[in-house]
C-alpha cells in the first residue's frame, strides 16, 4: 500500500518572516532541512529549497547565491555525525536534484586539511560544548570504549562537526539541536542546549528553535516518546 507523501501548508512559512536578518533566515531554512530528515522526511526537502529559492535567493547574486546553498549542503555533512549517512545521504541527494548546476559545489575542503589539525581543534570544539558542563561526565565516554572516544572527538568533532570554513561554531550548534530534536535524542539534546548557552547562544533563540522544531513534528504526525524539555540552565562561571 502506497503513502501518500506530505506537503507543508503554506502558513508553515510564516515564522520566516519576521526573523530579524539574513543570517537567522537562512538559519532557519537549513535547520529545518536537518531536521525534517532527522524527523525521515526527506521527501519535503525540496519544498523547502523551493521556497528558499523563491523568497531569499530569486534577488541575489550567483557568490550569495552559492554562499547559502553552501551552507545547506554543510548543515546536512554535519547533521551525519548525529543522525548518521543513511538519512543524510538521502535528504543531501534530494537537494542537490533541487539545486542548479551553477550553484553546486565541486570541492571537497575537508579532504585538504591536515588531520593532526582536525582533531587538534575537534578536542578544543568538544571541550568548548562539555567542559563547563558539571552534568557531563568527561571521562565516561572512554570509559565505555576508548575506541568510540577517539572516534567521536578525532573523527567526529575534528572531521564534522569543528570544520568551521563554512558555519560557526553557534551555527554548528544549532544543526545539531536541529538533528537531535529529530531523533528524540533528549540525553545529548540537553547537553548540547546548555553547550551552545555557554557560547553564546540565549535561551529565547533556543525556545524558538525548539518551538518550530515541534512545530513541524506536529504538522507531520510525529509522536515523540516525551513531551517538551526546558531549555535548561547553564551553572555560574567562577
Not at 103 to 125: K, M, N, Q, W, Y
Amino acid at each position: 500500500m502506497s503513502t501518500q507523501s506530505p506537503e507543508l501548508a503554506p502558513d508553515f512559512f510564516d515564522q520566516v518572516e519576521d526573523l530579524p536578518d539574513k543570517d537567522a533566515t537562512v538559519r532557519w531554512y537549513y535547520c529545518v532541512i536537518v531536521n525534517l530528515a532527522a524527523l525521515n522526511y526527506p521527501e519535503l526537502v525540496p519544498q523547502i529549497w523551493k521556497h528558499l529559492a523563491e523568497h531569499v535567493i530569486a534577488p541575489l547574486d550567483h557568490d550569495a547565491q552559492f554562499a547559502i546553498a553552501r551552507k545547506l549542503r554543510e548543515a546536512l555533512i554535519k547533521s551525519c555525525g548525529i543522525m548518521g549517512a543513511a538519512k543524510t545521504g538521502t535528504a543531501i541527494r534530494l537537494l542537490c536534484q533541487q539545486i542548479p548546476k551553477e550553484l553546486r559545489d565541486p570541492a571537497t575542503p575537508r579532504a585538504d586539511e591536515d588531520p593532526i589539525v582536525a582533531s587538534t581543534r575537534g578536542h578544543a570544539f568538544h571541550r568548548r560544548i562539555y567542559g563547563r558542563n558539571q552534568e557531563f561526565d568527561y571521562n565516561a565516554t572512554g570509559q565505555a570504549s576508548p575506541d568510540y572516544a577517539w572516534v567521536v572527538r578525532d573523527l567526529m568533532y575534528g572531521r564534522i562537526f569543528s570544520y568551521d570554513g563554512i558555519l560557526s561554531d553557534l551555527d554548528t550548534g544549532y544543526v545539531i539541536v536541529s538533528a537531535l530534536i529529530g531523533i528524540d535524542c533528549h540525553i545529548q539534546l540537553r547537553h548540547h542546549m546548555k553547550g551552545m548557552l555557554y557560547n553564546g547562544a540565549t535561551r529565547a533563540e533556543l525556545e524558538e528553535l525548539y518551538k518550530t522544531m515541534l512545530n513541524l513534528a506536529e504538522r507531520l504526525g510525529v509522536k515523540f516518546r516525551s513531551g517538551l524539555r526546558e531549555i535548561p540552565s547553564i551553572e555560574p562561571q567562577t
